[in-house]
């Protein structure tokens, strides 16, 4: 409400966020899982002194080393770009209360893309055990950029005493720190061990792929053995009322409007079961018949998982940027009250500001949608009004809005997945005569269509 | 005009991490450490086009081989740059969220364009190097090479245009109402303001003259393996800088005459700091063009060395001037001033020691570089690897 509402027809704001997410972290992922893999790739290569795989990491060096950092720097500025678009409170906030720790993760980076740039420009130019101790630097800097990032991605679904007291640390070092970061590693090694995976796929010598293919295959098993019992010390650690949301969506799965979370969870389980069970009859049992083709399935698959497992996550924090303290949409909960009070379009710069000399109800109330809907919801394309409003007329949508607005969870069983809205009684009118004529354009002629505006 | 037309965001009821006269100098010397490598690579790539092209024909020629150090060298510049980059988006989105996010809204879909096409252009700038530079030489490639490294500088030079746009959307929160009334979907480019064309071309063309510079540089670093070409670097180095710093003379005057007149006067004068920074980069300006008309006298290396450390404090000076520009711009909507503060000691701490240890770092990495590079380089390999 305090900032200009960046309008993406069908598709919605947060897709846009979630598009530009996936490829980052597709790319970011195999840049840090990435670096590990060259590490102790070469540490075996030293050890054996063996020239085969050598020559194998140099021919890889470059797309992993300089493709993936880069690529992922650009597009993590790009998912700072597309959040600030979708939502600037929040982005806001996060800078706000850990822009030193950002500023610290830009040092780590740019500590990791100086090692990448000289582990790559000094193969063959440096002795061997010089070259091994850069490729260890490597690994650890590409570690470290997700070890101050992993603070701040969970800070939003559990920003622990922060809430209360506002320290960072307490905020940074929160309940999810721990088990996120070493499933985030365990992940990391995975998915370079698949990339690995394809690039070994295509080896010419038979006995040497069969080799490289094994090697590659035990990347995956952090996440196999581990990736269990982290995420059950993770779910543990999660607030209740998220898990609460996720076991009301498997009971009324498929029916009910909860239904997506608990969606979410099972295609993640599914995806995960597929990849183990691909993991272990495929390259490390059998790595003699594990070909180009079966390494691409293979990595489409992990990489699903990974996009579902995110997507999840995200879900989880729903109503929340921030839980307890910022929704979605872009209002504290502590200013709900006054929001309630006093009415929305008071409160806020660019809300109070474009409402200003604005007397039609419905475009009042298009703005109120706009600021406190738009965030999930778009008019007709994804998760759209016109669909969830279903077959509701103006009064029903009004008595809809009206337990909208309660903060008992008895009596706004959305709470868990939609903030509370924060209006007084006249708002809701005038936002209910602007969901009924969302409604309508469905059912009624184009004559009486015109019509709707001047009601 | 009615105030209410004016509507400018809140900051978040937090504090500062620090103080913001801090905040602002990690601002600017953030910006600056972008800038530098920004700049090589947005010249870099049209001389390295013009340059490649030219000597299409000849591959030992020496414009040829300029070309092509220049054009092996850019994927590190890019990603330097970007890295850099994230230091002024940082503290510019602390200090001056509400009008930068705001204009970033307005103008969102451009915006995120940009991402696309620094990934495109950066791109470019390998498929250059591992597809033409790289492979057999032949008349054809070389054109072709010329041409590629055109278009990936022709993407560079559109992302500085859209963050033209954006800086100068930014500070002018009267306008930004009535654009958003217009079209909420972010489809707003500035190219209405006054000062974005002037402001633009100066950026673009202090660019070419850094890339000059950067040239020059690489002669230096080569002297003593290869006198001759070394001199020839420095010289056509200093040449590309003089063309580009006579031709900001007029653009420059065309900058300060777009900007409302008790601004310019500031610059002129009427502000004793923005006055004496904008006086002494006129200076040193001068002390530039005259060392660098003597390397192309003589090739000499101390004019050479006097000209860049000139044209470094110069570009420091300027990025002065224009956070200048952008504080009496904001000074009434948006006052960083008064958002509280709580000093994070703790990380602050961490920050500087951490800081201080990459410094060191880097050294300790750039040491490596040198010597295996030394030992490698006793004739010169490649182009590639000189500009390193």
Known sequence: MNYPIWVVPYLGGPWVIGIMAIIHIFISHFAVGGGA???????????????????????????????????GAATGVGIWFTISLVSPDGTGSLIQIFTLAWALEYLFFAAELATAFVYYYTWDRIDKAAHLKIARLYFIFSCFT?????????????????????????????????????????????????????????????????????????????????????????????????????????????VGNFSILARAVYLSLVLSGTV?????????????????????????????????TEWMREL???????????????????????????????QGKWASGLAQGQDN????????????????HTEKGYRAMQKMLGERDRDSIQSFLQMLKEHDKDKNPYLGIMPPLAANDDEIKDLAAYLSTLNQKNKVTPAANICLPAL | MDIQ????????????????????????????????????????????????????????????????????????????AITQGIVPLLFLQLLYGPAFYTSSILMGIAWLSIIGFLLFSYYLSYI?????????????????????????ACGFALIGFLFSNNMTLMLSPAKWLSIYKTSPFGTYLNINEPQLLPRYLHMLVASIAVAGMTLGCFGLYIKKRNLEFAQYMLKMGSKIFLAATVMQLPIGFWFLKSIPIEMTQKFLGKDLICGSVFGASMLLTLVAIIAAAMVVVNASTTSFKTALIANALIILLMIINRHQLRLHYLAPYVKPDLVPVNTQWDLLIVFIVSAVALIAYLIYLSKISIRAYAQNNTQIKSEGAESE
């Open chain 2, 5 to 80: 037309s004016v509507v400018v965001p809140s900051y978040q009821p937090l504090p500062f991490p620090a103080p913001a006269w801090f905040l602002q100098v990690l601002l600017v010397l953030g910006f600056y450490l972008h800038a530098l490598p920004m700049n090589v690579i947005l010249g870099g790539g049209f001389i390295a086009s013009a340059l490649l092209f030219l000597g299409r024909n000849d591959k030992s020629s020496y414009t040829y081989r300029c070309g092509k150090a220049l054009a092996t060298s850019l994927p590190i510049f890019i990603s330097f």
């Open chain 1, 37 to 71: 893999f060259l590490a102790l790739a070469e540490e075996l290569a030293y050890k054996r002194k063996d020239d085969r795989i050598y020559q194998y990491l140099k021919d890889h060096s470059r797309f992993f080393v300089l493709v993936t950092t880069v690529a």
């Open chain 1, 316 to 346: 989880l924090r729903k109503p929340y940027v921030i839980y307890d303290y910022m929704y979605s949409n872009g209002i504290r909960k502590a200013e709900i009250d006054k929001i309630s009070q006093t009415g929305f379009l008071q």
């Open chain 2, 128 to 152: 250059v190097i591992y597809k033409y530079l790289k492979k057999e030489y032949s008349p054809a490639r070389a054109s072709k090479a010329s041409l590629i490294l055109l278009v990936m």
């Open chain 1, 146 to 254: 997700l070890v101050i990032i992993n603070g701040i991605i969970t800070f939003m679904l559990t920003p622990g005493k922060w809430t209360q007291n506002h320290n960072w640390f307490d905020g940074f070092f929160n309940e999810t720190y721990w088990p996120s970061l070493l499933i985030r590693l365990s992940i990391m090694f995975a998915i370079a061990g698949m990339y690995a995976l394809v690039t070994s796929s295509r080896i010419k010598d038979p006995e040497f792929r069969t080799y490289m293919v094994r090697f590659c295959a035990k990347w995956l098993l952090p996440v196999f053995i581990l990736g269990p019992i982290l995420s059950l010390w993770y779910l543990h650690e999660v607030p209740q009322a998220t898990i609460d949301t996720i076991f009301t969506g498997i009971q009324t799965s498929g």
């Open chain 1, 361 to 376: 109800p419905t475009a009042r109330g298009e703005i109120v949608f706009k600021y406190q809907c738009m965030s999930c």
């Open chain 1, 276 to 308: 183990i069970l691909f993991a272990f009859f495929g390259p490390y049992l059998n790595p003699r018949g594990f070909t180009f083709r079966i390494a691409i399935l293979f990595m489409i698959c992990g990489l699903a998982v990974t996009g579902t």
